[in-house]
């Protein structure tokens, strides 16, 4: 079954950490760019980290210095570690598979992250 799940996210506090991870089922995963997009209520979905099958890493501004995208080809998994967390960082963070090649494309179901105090 060609799928991406998410899992990882939870209620934290300002300044707390989480890790999400994203497992894929039913692609050759070490061909695609993954990344990590997230969307906050009102706003629109915006990409927050990738990484590509050659390993280079974009990180939008907004988390760079704080968060860390990684992938494991073994496992066919990427992992978001995200550490400072913020209040403005709440949002369901969604998984995503990317083969430009073939322009195929993936969407996990998302993971709500929520940041309060």
């Known amino acids: 079954q060609v799928q991406l799940v998410e899992s990882g996210g939870d209620l934290v506090q300002p300044g707390g950490s989480l890790r999400l991870s994203c497992a894929a089922s039913?692609?050759?995963?070490?061909?695609?760019?993954m990344g990590w997009y997230r969307q906050a209520p009102g706003k629109q979905r915006e990409l927050v980290a990738s990484?590509?099958?050659?390993?280079?890493?974009y990180y939008a501004n907004s988390v760079k210095g704080r968060f860390t995208i990684s992938r494991d080809n073994a496992k066919n998994t990427v992992v978001l570690q995200m550490n400072s967390l913020e209040p403005e960082d709440t949002a369901v963070y969604y998984c995503?598979?990317?083969?430009?090649?073939?322009?195929?494309?993936?969407w996990g179901q998302g993971t709500q992250v929520t940041v309060s105090s």
């Open positions: 990484i590509t099958s050659g390993s280079a890493i």
């Open positions: 995503n598979a990317y083969r430009q090649v073939t322009m195929s494309e993936l």
């Open positions: 039913g692609i050759i995963f070490s061909r695609y760019t």
